[in-house]
């Protein structure tokens, strides 16, 4: 499905939560000058391009703006602000992102505002239709549920986005309207039963299969509210939801939902909607959009120079991570002992001079499908250069991202030729991969403590690169570019080491897919994980010398201070801030 970037304006439709380029609600009385109204929209064609619409916001770019700050991808909130990956870049280039990065952020910071902007203004887009349907009566019964369903499961992630950011947030329903005089909303209730109630309201009423790949189906809703029970630790809940998607979940296109054999399928344009996408935001270049249906919220995150993008050199995975694919003799991760020494890095060395990557060192092949390295093949794009593709490594790192980079080969038709830079691209953003699904499964039964049954889950996605090893990156002779081993577990001993184990395999496996910071949070685990992490990195990065995450504060964001004025004290500030 081709997702259309546009902004419609309707009488009623905004409340203070999301009203950011009005003036005052009288604003809102009055139809502008060309743009579509009710009577206008309340009809299929209409009601549909409406719920396109609410689909567009999948990537955060769009109506009040929106982008690197609100991008679908979570980068900066899932990514930098856990121990994936750097802000990068050098240091004042969006400085926001450094009290993010460092635990020390304000409600005053913009970024913030920008994200909230986002995820309001996709929420409204949802009731939007939902408003609309009553009047539009050339909609048969069928279509109104689906649309509706459609509708409430866009909704429920959307508000799902801003719980995982601020905790406390707001639930705005249809019934939310200036005309109501209901709209300064609170956020001092729990909203997990209204994402539970849309998610089940979608779960009955959307179909397997959809005439548009980017559509919802069914067994999208139930992954997603599975993820939801996760984030409740409704364990128990969560695991026979997950166990049917596994065993019967199709695309919406009718695929069975599988791994795919080669691991990079999920971030290759060429390949998206596959097997593995359980759900995805759709990208589309050279569309006459100018860019804005590609992956615009990503656009910073490639290597600096010469290479693919063009520019920014933000997102640099930390040292951290790249430690973290060592593996033993077993090829098992050192669940322990990962980050005792660093790999071999070319940080501080100088482009000129001679520099051999380590291809001794036992480590998880997916180390260079997830992270950019000096001498090792990129892509297509040769062997990476190293400090020449940096921006200023003592800030960032010797490291470059490569989940979401573009192929050489692509240039051009699968990157937007009318963007600033070539870094817009066809390139989905999956939400929901089947890998992710596997783990879920794994992680609800260690929780429930059937070991056996989480092991298998964990080798399951282990398997997929253990028995692929043609998929693995090559040097041009095809020799294996590193000392390439992976294993699969014998035993998981007790139920601590399966929940070490599971965690772990799920940092290595979605690494630098903006889930970690989320997933840290959700295990209760984000103070001790993330205060090791700074302790190790400080000695190398200066703007952690003072940093400190904040057990009880910094797990969730501060609401943004604009909104709480905006709501006239309806919205209360998150604790700590």
Sequence with gaps: MKQSKFKIILVSVTTSLVLFYACSKNFLDKTPIGSLDQNTLANKAGVEGVLIGAYSMLDGFGGAGGGWQSAGSNWVYGGVASDDAYKGSDPGDQADIVPIE??????????????????????????????????????????????????????????????KMWNNVPFVDETITYAAGNFNVGNTADIWPNILADLDYAIANLPATQSSVGRANSWAAKALKAKALMFKKDFAGALPILKDVIANGVTTSGKKYALMPNMFDNFNAETKNSAEAVFSCQQSVNDNSGGSNGGWGDVLNFPYNGGPGGCCGFYQPSVSLVNSYKVDALGLPLLDTWNASDFKNDQGIASTAAFSPDVTTPVDPRLDFTVGRRGIPYLDWGLHPGND??????????????????????????T????????????????????????????????????????????????????????????????????????????????????????????????????????????????????????????????????????GKNEYFPIPQSQIDLSKGALKQNPGY
């Design 102 to 163: 460092t635990y020390s952020p304000t409600a005053s910071n913009g970024y913030f505002n920008q994200k909230w902007q986002a995820v309001y203004d996709a929420v409204q887009r949802c009731n939007d239709v939902l408003r609309l349907l009553p009047a539009a009566t050339d909609i048969n019964a069928a279509d109104q549920k689906r649309i509706t369903a459609e509708s409430r499961f866009l909704r429920a992630h959307y508000h799902m986005e801003a719980k």
């Design 389 to 414: 593709w940096i921006r200023d490594q003592n800030n960032g790192g010797p490291y470059s991202p490569i989940k979401h980079v573009y192929y050489k080969r692509q240039a051009g038709a699968l």
């Design 416 to 551: 937007d030729n009318s963007f600033w830079t070539s870094g817009v691209t066809a390139n989905n953003y999956t939400f929901i991969r089947f890998a992710d699904v596997l783990l879920w499964a794994a992680e609800c039964e260690v929780e429930v403590g059937t070991l056996a049954n989480a092991m298998a889950y964990v080798n399951q996605v282990r398997s997929r690169i253990k028995d692929n090893p043609s998929t693995w990156v090559k040097q041009a002779g095809g020799a294996n570019a590193a000392n390439y081993q992976i294993g699969l577990y014998l035993v998981f001993p007790d139920q601590t080491y399966a929940r070490k184990a599971v965690r772990f395999e799920r940092k290595l496996e979605l690494a630098m897919e903006g889930h970690r910071f989320f997933d840290l949070v959700r295990y209760g685990i984000a103070d001790t994980e993330l205060n090791a992490y700074i302790a190790k990195e400080k000695a190398k990065r200066t703007f952690f010398t003072s940093a400190v995450f904040t057990k």
